[in-house]
């Protein structure tokens, strides 16, 4: 299309929207100075780089066929530059903890430190990013149903390590970028079929979060997302969207919500506005519910206009 019939275009929005009581440029201005944390997870279908070739697990609808996916570091951050250059603003990349720069060794999760992270604090500056961080629960011989709700003490003190490690390596981002590191902690916990004591694995769970939260940080901050179901865990999750809203109210933590992650008949602008009288913050993954979890391409649906038009009317962009 030719730039003059863009323009053309823009220019006749710009007035009808004026004549509503709406200045076009003045929101233009706004979403400019708000800043995306785009997931760097895209690239290569959540593989990583801790066994690239491992199974996915956890319950995620992503089948791993995405065709010409990055291979390496190097490809995950040249398709990350190639995106952002098509998206105006200054914006943050989101990373797992699968995703460190290992060297080629295996590194353990309850043995990563900010050094498998410097190269990416060092990249991030290069391009004008900022990074923001996740733990990661699945796709690992210990991920089994369980994590931090598991039973076993080993395995459950296992996560424990790796969660305490990630916030550890959060911070560190936020103190190189000078701007705090938004540390999300989503995991797979449930059940295929029905417990008999659902109690029981929410307290570990619960257990395991106030072992984790001992340590301030005064460069990050800490969310906590849920999930209805996922594959292996379609009768009970642990972690819930009313177990981590309670504990995120309790315990001043940021709630996240993933679009894709609530029933699709369930309207999630609706919880904005109740959210927000509790708590200061709120982390929000704008996906596009497909079924029961999250397509990440993203299209003006009704439920992502529904979203964005409550946070405006209740001024809290």
Known sequence: MK????????????ERYANLGVDVEEAIETLSRVPLSIHCWQTDDVSGFENPEGQLTGGIQATGNYPG???????VRKDLEKAISYIPGNHRISLHAIYGDFGGKFVDRDEIEPKHFES?????KENNLKLDFNSTSFSHPKSGELSLSNPDDSIRNFWIEHTKRSRAIADAMGAYQKDPSIMNLWIHDGMKDETVNRLKYRQLLNDSLDEIYKTPY???????????FGIGAESYTVG?????????V??????????GHFHTAENVADKISSLLLFTSEIMLHVT????WDSDHVVTINDSTLDLMKEIIRADAL
């Open 120 to 124: 990416w604090m060092q990249w991030a």
């Open 218 to 228: 005064k460069n990050m901050k800490d969310c906590l997302e849920s999930k209805l």
């Open 250 to 259: 309790k315990n001043n933590k940021i709630v996240t919500l993933d679009i």
């Open 240 to 248: 819930s969207h009313d177990f981590y809203m309670g504990y995120g």
């Open 3 to 14: 730039e003059s019939l863009i323009n053309q275009a823009y220019e006749i929005a710009k």
């Open 288 to 291: 596009r519910s497909v079924r």
């Open 69 to 75: 996916k990055a291979r390496n570091i190097d490809e």
